[in-house]
């Protein structure tokens, strides 16, 4: 802090130096100094030191610090949950379809591409279950549908296992549990924001009721 | 042991205006910290905050401290608009308080 007031304020911020964070008013009040200081010595002054400093970055190499830890959105909807788990069961049944026999070429083809779709979905849909779980819902909600966590674990565990088989049980199962949280989470959503455009959930013409009869 | 500094780069908006993203940073990590400070910090825990992150693999964060309450640390972004709430953090997980930017 003395070495800021003694340095002129053009040369301190022109080093590169930030101040201390507590320092924040005199921060402004140099910006402000600074602000009327030619903008051609702030530029050199801090090129040189920038580049004198960095040269440390190849003894200790910096590591990132986010500063930025989420964006808090708020917009949250199941119908790309609901229609991921209706992939998976789709494609079961697709695969079971094709003859296993003597497959063609065709076949195999649209075995691979059942398959990959199949991976594709089945993780799609354990991405959605773990942001609802993690950010939706909140301890509230926990405490008011105490086997909400225990729904949660089998539904992303479910959702691992139909990556790892083809079964038509699992697949049906997993559509049955991401319905029961998308009805818990159809009671816990409110309304949406005026501003927001494009929303999905609570257009009453949306596929979600197809996919949740 | 830790080492008294270490070196960050600054990601991400939610400590605009005073630290922008890009920004090298350095640490002073033998020093107790107190509100108003910014620190850089390691989260331990997944995401979930069901199994431990492995060594190696904790992500570092930059915020400002605002209260310490019962030896735990609450920060927050500068940036509010872009930056969520943090849960409390540990003294052990801090790594230490920003002295400077380069």
Redesign the interface.
């Known amino acids: 802090m003395v070495l800021s007031c003694s340095l002129s304020p053009a040369i301190w911020n022109g080093l ?3 101040l ?3 320092s ?1 008013k005199l ?1 402004a009040v140099l910006a402000v100094r600074n602000s009327r200081q030619s903008p051609i010595l702030i530029l050199c002054a801090r090129l040189r ?2 580049k004198f ?2 040269v ?2 190849f003894v ?13 959105c708020g917009i949250y909807e199941t119908n790309t949950l609901l229609m991921a788990a209706q992939t998976v069961v789709r494609m079961v049944e697709v695969m079971e379809a094709l003859p296993m026999d003597k497959p063609s070429l065709q076949d195999r083809n649209n075995f691979i591409r059942c398959v990959h779709v199949k991976e594709k979905h089945a993780s799609l849909c354990e991405e959605q279950l ?1 942001t609802l ?2 950010y939706f819902f909140k301890q509230e909600h926990f405490e008011k549908w105490p086997d909400l966590h225990g729904k949660f674990w089998k539904a992303v565990n479910l959702a691992s296992d139909n990556k790892q088989n083809v079964s038509r049980e699992k697949a049906k199962e997993l559509m049955a549990s991401c319905r029961e949280i998308s009805q818990i989470f159809d009671q816990v959503k409110v309304a949406p924001k005026d501003n927001l455009v494009g929303v999905v959930s609570d257009n009453p013409e949306s596929p979600k009721k197809k996919l949740m009869s | 042991m830790k080492l008294p500094f270490s070196v960050f780069v600054v990601y991400e908006n939610s400590m605009l205006p005073v630290y922008k993203p890009g920004d090298h940073v350095v640490t002073f990590n033998w020093k107790r910290i107190a509100v108003g400070d910014v620190v850089v910090f390691k989260t331990t825990r997944s995401r979930l905050a069901l199994a431990p992150v492995r060594k190696g693999l904790e992500r570092f964060y930059i915020k400002r401290v605002i209260s310490t309450r019962n030896k735990m640390v609450y920060v927050a972004g500068d940036n509010w608009r872009e930056s969520a709430k943090m849960p409390p953090i540990s003294n052990l997980d801090l790594i230490g308080k920003v002295i400077g930017k380069y």
Request: proline share 10%; hydrophobic share 45%.
């Open positions: 590169g130096l930030g201390h964070p507590r924040c921060n030191l920038v400093l960095r440390l970055d200790l190499k910096p590591k990132i610090a986010l500063a930025h830890c989420d964006i808090p773990v779980w993690a």
